[in-house]
């Protein structure tokens, strides 16, 4: 089983819709959860982190799920400019800290 | 404010070439620093990673080395290039606290092996 799973897509949808992707992570000692996003041909960068409580960042909503080792990500009202790649990604503790990204979920928001 | 810098920025090698590709960080010290490969249209695939100065740790088995002979140096290598080692390299570096472990991308190298 992989360390961190996500369906790699791709979703397509509209503008103006909303969408959501799922993460699953098998380390149950993981510390820290982030939603990465890469653009293509581009270095990912930092899209938010994952509480425990649940954030939101505008029109993002990250949740995490401990008990069943889930991480959420829901974009709603979608925009052209959200097409990308989501890396959901996952830091597991025990003094080195090892980050580990998903192979991401392609989104395409089609006009 | 940290800053991470990789280079060269693209590469195009024959197989059987070798290979260096480094990596260094500025503004923090100790950094956890790692080499990730994406082959194209698929997902970052981590090579290695390091917590110290000469401490490596080897995700897959391959062709590849990596070293780290300063605390914010790190570098990729190879001693013979195979076509399978096309891809895009990542080079990142995270804290080590719980609250920034969050992983900060050099620009990438993209190497094409022919």
């Known amino acids: 089983r992989k360390e961190v799973e996500q369906d790699p897509g791709p979703f397509n949808v509209p503008e103006g819709a909303t969408v959501a992707f799922n993460c699953t992570y098998s380390n149950s000692a993981s510390q820290s959860f982030f939603w990465y996003r890469q653009d293509c041909r581009k270095e990912p960068k930092l899209l938010m982190s994952v509480y425990s409580s649940g954030n939101e960042d505008g029109r993002f909503t990250a949740q995490l799920n401990r008990a069943s080792q889930y991480i959420s990500l829901l974009i709603r009202d979608s925009k052209l400019s959200d097409s990308a790649t989501y890396l959901c990604v996952v830091a597991a503790g025990g003094g080195g800290f090892k980050t580990i990204f998903g192979a991401g979920t392609r989104l395409f928001v089609k006009a | 404010s940290q800053t991470i810098h990789q280079w060269p920025a693209t590469l195009v090698q024959p197989v059987g070439s070798p290979l260096s590709l480094e990596c260094t960080v500025e503004g923090t010290s100790n950094p956890n620093l790692y080499w990730y490969r994406q082959a194209a249209g698929r997902g970052l695939q981590l090579l290695f990673y390091s917590v110290g100065i000469g401490q490596i740790s080897s995700e897959v088995p391959q062709n590849l080395s990596a070293s780290r002979p300063q605390d914010r140096q790190f570098i990729l290598s190879s001693k013979k290039l195979l076509l399978s080692d096309s891809g895009f390299y990542l080079c990142?570096?995270?804290?080590?606290?719980?609250?920034?472990?969050?992983?900060?991308f050099g620009q990438g190298t993209r190497l094409t092996v022919v």
């Open positions: 990142a570096w995270s804290g080590l606290s719980t609250t920034s472990t969050e992983a900060f």
